[in-house]
């Protein structure tokens, strides 16, 4: 059975798209059929992020609308096999799309045997963000340790408490996850950042991960390349361990501690060193 | 005066975040009222004033329901006023014990 997760955090530029895109060249790297889907109707921009800007003809509302067909829309990504893009519209507003039209393009991407089906939601809190996170089963709310980010963050988790498919039916309610990304050990460990723990208690959802503040984040966008395949930076590291949690796996949590090494560590770069 | 920010001892700012994202966080749920905890009031508040107004005639306005929150627990005060010359703004509030929910 095909699992719909939505990518939400209510405000902008928090790393919605990035995690999108991470998770779902991860899963499809583990062997899952994964389609990314762009909700961000008028400001598309998973296309530029996962490099596939130029092969765009149809889009999620040309699909809604029945306009074209979900196998015409479908963007097949050419490094890595079973990781699909179905962008959004750049021309159209976010009123194009409804939530009749979302669920029927759903329900032909779960016939068409995809196991994960990820929803990268606008920013906001309005139409275009209820619309990503409808059918949601699970959610992973991206957070920045920040004043603003939190205090949107726990808006969207009160939305997806009440406003969701599962709330109004009163099935199970959404699984909702914490991803916190930009985080800086070393900041926060001098008091100048909120720390893991604050923002966990602050929002009482359970952490998936942490993605430290990385250069990492930037090349990926230049080049448009999904994070996870820059192997062996920070950043494709806490990604691939938040991919491993989301489908089960037992995987401690990293990047939380500020690394600690000492002297002759540092002197001789020795691997002795602690990863936190 | 970067010499002299050199010494000045930083302060720890992300103390004063959590302590008022806590504020933000707890007034914007209660006002949200995402748990729908508030949305039975206008019924209970009918429901009580039919009841009441089987032992004595009641004014609509007489009769105020409130949800609040004080420190870890909601209050739900309800607060009626008994019209009648002898007893105008006698209320029953004494006797009605905040309930916490």
Known sequence: MAKVTVITSGKGGVGK???????????????????????????????????????????????????????????????????????????????????????????????????????????????????????????????????????????????????????????????????????????????????????????????????PESPAVLTASNTGTPLVLLENTDAATAYIDVVKRFLG?????????QEKRGFFARLFGSDLATVG | MAFFDFFRKKSETAATAKDRLQIIVARERASTSARGAQSYLPKLQQELLEVIARYEKLDLDQVSVNLDRRGDCEVLEINIVLPGEARTERSLRPGITPVSV
């Open chain 1, 17 to 211: 798209t990035t995690t999108s895109a991470a998770v779902g060249a991860g899963l499809a790297l583990r062997g899952h059929r994964t389609v990314v889907i762009d909700f961000d109707v008028g400001l598309r921009n998973l296309d530029v992020v996962m490099g596939c800007e130029r092969r765009v003809v149809y889009d999620l509302v040309n699909v809604v609308r029945g306009e074209a067909t979900v196998r015409q829309a479908l963007i097949k990504d050419k490094r890595i096999e079973d990781l699909y893009i179905l962008p959004a519209s750049q021309t159209r507003d976010k009123d194009a799309l409804t939530i009749e039209g979302i669920g029927r393009t759903l329900n032909e991407l779960k016939q068409m045997g995809f196991a994960h089906i990820i929803c990268d939601s606008p920013a906001g809190i309005e139409k275009g963000a209820q619309a990503a996170m409808f059918y949601a089963d699970e959610a992973l709310v991206v957070t920045n340790p920040e004043v603003s980010s939190v205090r949107d963050s726990d808006r969207i988790i009160g939305m997806i408490d009440a406003k969701t498919q599962r709330a109004v039916q009163n099935r199970e309610p959404v699984r909702c996850h914490l991803l916190i990304t930009r985080y800086s050990p070393k900041r926060a460990a001098i008091g100048e950042m909120l720390k893991v723990e604050d923002v966990l208690e602050l929002l009482g959802i359970e952490l998936i991960g942490v993605i």
């Open chain 1, 249 to 257: 796996e037992q995987q401690p949590h990293r990047f939380i501690e």
